[in-house]
C-alpha cells in the first residue's frame, strides 16, 4: 500500500492559481495511477484527474479540462495539481489517491479503484 500526504489547499480568490503536491511513500511508485479526487460539503466526491505510472497518459473531468493540469515526478514519489482559472465551485477538500496498474499507460477514474488515499487538503475558491 502507498501512504499519501497531500499539501498547498489555500484560500484564493476567484481567478487565480494553486497547485497541490502529494507525496507518496514506497519504492514502487511507477506501478501506480495517481488521481486527484475532491469532495465539497454535501456532495459526492469526484474524479477531478489521473495520470497513468509513466505520465505519459493523462484524463479530467470535463468541469476541469483546460484548467487543471495533473504531473508527477517519479524521481521524488510526488504527484501534483496544477489549477488555473479557479472558480467559487472548484471549492472543496481535494484528495490525492494511488491505484495500482498492471500496465504504466492507463488511467482510472472510479474512487473504488484506488485503494490508497491521502488525508485531504482544503482549497476555497472566494468570489
Known amino acids: 500500500q502507498v501512504q499519501l500526504v497531500e499539501s498547498g489547499g489555500e484560500l484564493v480568490q476567484a481567478g487565480g492559481s494553486l497547485r497541490l503536491s502529494c507525496a507518496a511513500s514506497?519504492?514502487?511508485?511507477?506501478?501506480?495511477?495517481m488521481g486527484w479526487f475532491r469532495q465539497a460539503p454535501g456532495k459526492e466526491r469526484e474524479f477531478v484527474a489521473a495520470?497513468?505510472?509513466?505520465?505519459?497518459?493523462?484524463d479530467y473531468a470535463d468541469s476541469v479540462k483546460g484548467r487543471f493540469t495533473i504531473f508527477r515526478d517519479n524521481d521524488k514519489n510526488a504527484v501534483y495539481l496544477r489549477m488555473n482559472s479557479l472558480k467559487p465551485e472548484d471549492t472543496a477538500g481535494y484528495y490525492c489517491?494511488?491505484?495500482?496498474?498492471?500496465?504504466?499507460?492507463?488511467?482510472?477514474?472510479?474512487?473504488?479503484?484506488?485503494?490508497?488515499w491521502g488525508q485531504g487538503t482544503q482549497v476555497t475558491v472566494s468570489s
Open positions: 489517491a494511488a491505484a495500482y496498474s498492471a500496465t504504466r499507460y492507463s488511467t482510472k477514474r472510479r474512487s473504488n479503484e484506488f485503494g490508497s
Open positions: 514506497g519504492r514502487t511508485f511507477r506501478d501506480y495511477v
Open positions: 495520470i497513468s505510472g509513466s505520465a505519459l497518459n493523462t
